[in-house]
């Protein structure tokens, strides 16, 4: 009832400014009220309209720090990054030190990649802002931008120290850290703050969420509990607990902490979808289902539980209902490989070749480096008789991904179905250099004794001089 009233209002003030605008009828507007009128403008995306409102209000108030930023953010939607940031250096030359222009300033220089102006932007803030570990976040940030990691750690390890809640700051230095080789030698750094604070459950977090990078989920689990133990409400501690047990495949373990977060903070879609995840390795499937489906309800934009529900029907083999929804997930995240091969296999399975070619292809671009994308896309044309295209997919596959051991025994297959013998035998060769035991996946292609014979006589010959 109250946000309706507010709507309402919102629309009538946005009408007596527009009948201001066209009949120049008389009514005041404080500051107040224009940023109302340019907030509703934005909020349904009606920049011109909001550029127009900003103009005015300006006129009256030409000094407003809040008009200058409306104007600018203004300015960077409708991709007018340069003025916004001229607007901003306007306003600077009245209020040189408002943290809040620097920030914003530093914002756009970072949008247009610009990351040292950015960083001097944000540097300048330091002495006048209240949220400094936003500030150092921003300028890690930057450094992150620019590719020095060392640089964007410090930053981050600078934000964390003012605050250890900052998630995003503690998320992007275990980042850093880990592209930059530092992450285990960094321990010493989380263990610090425990040593400072035993009973700090944020420092116990902090140190899980570096362990699970590390992939070592058992320390992960062990300093979660320590979390949950200080403060059993903190939801976070128990959803990456949850997330611990999935990696371990732990899938009941999981499904109680998911749970629990749910008491916490109640039900929200990436919790829901989680939990559907979980049920989804128990392979209690119907379960799954209506997790993914309460996913959708609550965000129809969230494309892992659409994603979700179609692999759940698919493992039923429902697939004309699982292309349907592996579609809605992949017009949401057009540019994710693992999206296109859910949908290629699915099509596949309903018989669809050409979609499911063309699916494949898709992946290929989107995800290079699965060699599963190659392996199944290949078995397309390998059902389809077709071995010589079967083989060039293969030969693309391993320019991509050139140890990868199932592509060079599938690539034996296809070679001996095409009759090119010898090169089959070199294939062959450098396959079992690479996994011995992944030999065995042979025999399912060829159910031929003789075939079979000849193989094996080949494989014994590579062990016995190996």
Known sequence: MQEEYKRKEERELVRKFEAFLKNKEPFYFDEETFLQVISYYQNHEKYNQALRACEVALEHYPYSVDMLMELADVLVKLDRQDDAIEKLEEALNYHPNDPELLMQKGTIHSLLSEYQDAVECYQKTLDFAEDKDEVYYSIGLAFQGMGNYEAAAENYKQAIEFN?????????????????????????????????????????????????????????????????????????????????????????????????????????????????????????????????????????????????????????????????????????????????????????????????????????????????VWLDWSNVYYEQGDFQLAQDTVEEGLAECPDDADLFYRSVVYLIEGGKYKMAINRLETALILDFEGHLQLFDYFPNLHTQKALYKIIEQYRKNN
């Open 164 to 372: 250890m809640l900052n998630e995003n700051a503690l998320y992007e230095l275990a980042y850093c850290l880990d592209v930059s080789g530092e992450l285990e030698s960094s321990l010493d750094y989380y263990h610090k703050f425990i040593d400072q604070d035993p009973y700090s459950e944020y420092a116990w977090y902090n140190l899980g969420i570096v362990y699970n990078k590390l992939e070592q989920f058992e320390k992960s689990i062990d300093a979660y509990e320590y979390a949950v133990a200080i403060d059993d409400d903190f939801s976070s501690a128990h959803f990456n607990m949850g997330n611990a047990y999935m990696s371990l495949e732990q899938y009941d373990k999981a499904l109680n902490a998911y749970t629990k977060t749910m008491d916490i903070e109640g039900p929200t879609s990436e919790t829901y979808c989680h939990i559907g995840a979980a049920y989804e390795k128990m392979e209690q499937l119907e379960l799954a289902v209506k997790n993914y489906q309460k996913a959708t309800k609550l965000d129809h934009l969230y494309h892992e539980a659409w994603y979700g529900l179609g692999i759940c029907l698919g493992l039923q083999e429902k697939w004309y209902e699982a292309i349907h929804f592996l579609n809605k997930a992949l017009k949401l995240d057009v540019e994710n490989g693992i999206y296109w091969k859910a949908v290629a296999d699915a099509e596949a399975k309903m018989g669809n070749v050409i979609s499911a070619l063309e699916a494949y292809a898709e992946a290929s671009e989107m995800d290079p480096e699965n060699p599963q």
